[in-house]
């Protein structure tokens, strides 16, 4: 595994629409590996493959574990939002946004459909946090960033 350097807000990386991913091989493992590091190094919540510089549709999110559990991260492959309810408005930063924060209204719980490394389609249900973190993740496989849609941007001085 290795980390890799994640691409700034003025990249145009960022701002391009990622490609599906066709081949389920040691390539994109070791991506997925190289950003799993990648995010825990950052103490982020989520990176999508834009974020390194690769334009294919992945993500991985890291879901908050419940009581005693550690949190877990998923990877999202190919990743569809099926359904989605309710709205909430946090607070809401990017590893590509370095210090800078921003309320962001997204839906409270949704139900994703992707592929996992080894391209099995599968389906799960999250919500609060974990489900912002995978709109905000979608988002960029989208080229778009989460303060094209801040309602208000927030000066916190120190990061959180
Ligand atoms: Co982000």
Redesign the pocket.
């Known amino acids: 595994m290795a980390l890799r350097k994640i691409v700034l807000k003025e990249d145009e990386t960022l701002r391009k629409k990622s490609k599906p991913v066709e081949k389920f091989d040691e390539k994109l493992w070791t991506l997925l590996d190289d950003m799993a590091e990648t995010l825990k190094k950052a103490s982020g919540a989520?990176l999508?493959a834009p974020?390194v510089g690769v334009l294919r549709r992945a993500a991985i999110i890291s879901l908050i574990g419940e009581d005693g559990e550690e949190d877990k991260i998923i990877e999202l492959i190919n990743p569809e939002i099926i359904k989605s309810s309710g709205t909430q408005r946090d607070i809401e930063g990017?590893?590509?946004c370095p210090g800078l924060w921003g309320y962001v209204t997204r839906p409270l719980k949704c139900k994703i459909r992707a592929q996992n490394r080894h391209g099995e389609i599968f389906e799960i249900e999250l919500k609060g946090h974990d489900c912002r973190c995978a709109f905000?993740?979608i988002d960029?496989l989208n080229g778009k960033?989460?303060i094209d849609i801040a309602d208000e941007m927030v000066d916190i001085e120190e990061e959180k």
Do not use: K, T, Y
């Open positions: 989520g999508a974020q990017c590893l590509s905000h993740e960029h960033l989460f």
